[in-house]
């Protein structure tokens, strides 16, 4: 059978069971575009930006476990992918970046729009190609969903020169099956590791679950819960492990690290037996490393060996994909007594509850949060953008079901999360709704027309403090309340917010206004009462809506660790 590169590409996407594909058109990728325009299987969808297209295969790939593909071309185009590429990376989601590039005679020459996308894009990708025939095009096709979906799931991006989209094949046939000799990921746990880490659980005194993404990536949710209860340990979760466990167990502590709960924190400090199933030990949880879980051995279950001991170092590692470990695990655990550990542990719950001030003129937004959860009934997806929002939704939204919050963990991505929600949607083909700020939506707003245009039930909800609200919260608390450029309403002659009552400016920019030009609905709330009217209109609204609640300017999210401090040093709130 004879080929084009460009058919033989979109060919792989079928093949591969690709439904959606996220892109922007641009000189040389037009023949790959072309070959989509017949391609029915395949649905693609126009962003009007290509970290749009990154971040919509990112929330695709989140919410369904199947690879996300984003299409976009050389130069610009292709850079432009590079922030959602890692964002995906640093979360582990299995994404195919595909882009175009000059023609292979060009390469090297400073061509216009050319850019080395195999050097740039290799510290944030899982791995990368760029095709140097269209021979290899197939296997490389293949090899790059492989890689993305298999092990520790991660971005692949292939690389296609000119020549190779316009080039043809003959005998071209899709590889039924790939092996890769240096790439050969080890899903099962080791039998003798397992048995260590049951003998260790049933020794321990004061055990805890930390659990992370992994689980979620792996499936293990029923596992993990199965474990738990039957051992009766207490579980946290990092932000990308919530919903790995139900966020309305009593057995659930909330997450930890420097936006932790105490319960957590303090029992990540006191325990005698971390269980860590699929998280990584990064930086937000742990604190100070060398103050980090000072009582505690550990045990470290992970199917990527590099992370095993690469920050904290752990007892007892297993290798292993976190469904089969904790499988093997529950068949031959012989749990202790835990009793009085598991006394301390609720006692701490029940007296730091997480808190926050309720008034009457001003909107709180860790109540918007709460209401939005019981008018969702709490099952609704989310996706989040990053800063005090993204930190009240992992408070105040309890997720009791995997695949349930989509945010920018490692990363912290401003500007994920509508992107994020519009692939979710179209994926799930059910409504997705994205809780953002007034600071982080402006990074991919242009996005309300993709939405807008294909009708995705996407529901924005804005917690408007009119502020970069997280920058300034650390500006407030460490560097004496000096603003700088944290300000969104502030113009030339505005003499800073020293005084924010004598703000003239309200709305910049004006939400409702803005929605309308794209023809979505928008509902405005600015006093507590009208919180729950804002809430029904939008979510009850057919297709996309906006929720703008002007909330309290200042408001900080609590509980907080300073930087690089031990995380049982919490800050108070005033």
């Known amino acids: 059978m004879k080929k084009t590169g460009a058919q033989i590409v979109v060919d792989a996407l079928i093949q591969e069971k690709v439904d959606i594909l996220f892109g922007y058109p641009g000189g040389v990728v037009i023949p790959i575009f072309d070959v989509l325009y017949d391609a029915k299987k395949i649905k693609v969808i126009l962003t009007r930006h290509e970290q749009g297209a990154a971040h919509a295969a990112d929330g695709y790939a989140r919410a369904t476990g199947k690879v996300g593909v984003c299409l976009a071309t050389s130069g610009p185009g292709a850079t432009n992918l590079v922030t959602g590429i890692a964002t995906a990376y640093l979360d582990s989601i299995p994404m195919v970046a595909i882009t175009g590039q000059v023609s292979s005679p060009m390469l090297g020459t400073d061509a216009f729009q050319e850019a080395d996308m195999v050097g740039i894009s290799r510290p944030v990708t899982k791995h990368n190609f760029l095709v140097d025939s269209i021979e290899t095009l197939p296997i490389i096709m293949k090899q790059a ?11 692949v991006l292939v690389d296609i020169p000119a020549d190779i989209s316009k080039g043809s094949m003959e005998g071209y046939e899709y590889p039924k099956s790939v092996s890769i000799r240096s790439y050969k990921p080890n899903v099962v746990g080791h039998i003798k590791q ?40 207490p579980v946290t979760t990092t932000l990308m492990g919530l919903g790995g466990f139900p966020g309305t167990h009593d057995l659930f502590l909330g997450m930890p690290g420097m936006h932790g709960t105490r319960t957590a924190n303090y029992s990540l400090q006191n325990t005698d037996l971390i269980i860590s199933v699929g998280a990584r030990f990064d930086d937000r949880v742990t604190g100070n490393v060398e103050t980090f879980a000072p009582k505690a051995k550990i045990i470290h279950m992970d199917i990527d060996p590099a992370a095993i001991s690469k920050i904290i170092k752990v007892d007892i590692p297993v290798v292993g994909d976190a469904k089969n470990i904790l499988a093997q695990l529950n068949k031959i655990i012989k749990p202790g007594d835990y009793s009085s550990w598991l006394e301390q542990v609720m006692q701490w719950k029940k007296e730091y509850p997480l808190s926050y001030a309720l008034s009457k003129d001003e909107i709180a937004p860790q109540a918007v949060i709460e209401r939005l959860f019981e008018k969702s009934n709490g099952n609704a997806v989310i996706t989040t953008e990053v800063g005090q929002n993204q930190m009240w939704t992992a408070h105040y939204y309890k997720f009791d079901k995997p695949r349930t919050l989509l945010s920018s963990g490692g990363l912290g991505t401003m500007g994920y999360g509508m992107p994020a929600a519009m692939g979710a949607a179209l994926a799930l083909n059910k409504p997705v709704i994205d809780i953002a700020g007034d600071g982080s939506i402006q990074m991919n707003i242009q996005e309300l027309a993709t939405i807008s245009l294909n009708r995705i039930p996407v529901k924005v909800v804005i917690l408007n403090n009119g502020y970069l609200g997280m920058v300034r919260q650390w500006q407030e608390l460490f560097f004496d309340k000096r603003y700088s450029s944290t300000c969104l309403m502030a113009d030339a002659e505005c003499a800073g917010c020293e005084d924010i009552t004598k703000c003239k400016r309200k709305y910049m920019p004006d939400f409702v206004k803005l929605a309308g030009s794209y023809n979505i609905p928008a509902f405005r709330a600015e006093h507590p009462d009208e919180v729950d009217e804002v809430l029904e209109k939008g979510l009850n ?11 309290a300017r200042e408001e900080n999210v609590f509980p907080m660790v300073p930087a690089g401090q031990p995380i049982d040093n919490i800050l108070e709130e005033k």
């Open 145 to 155: 969903f492989h890689i993305a979906r298999t092990g520790r799931p991660g971005p």
């Open 541 to 551: 609204s057919d297709g996309p809506a906006i929720m703008e609640f002007i909330v």
């Open 194 to 233: 397992i048995e260590k880490a049951s003998e260790a659980i049933g020794k321990a005194e004061r055990p805890l679950i930390y659990a992370g993404g992994g689980v979620i990536i792996s499936g293990a949710h029923k596992e993990l819960r199965e474990f738990a209860e039957k051992c009766s340990i």
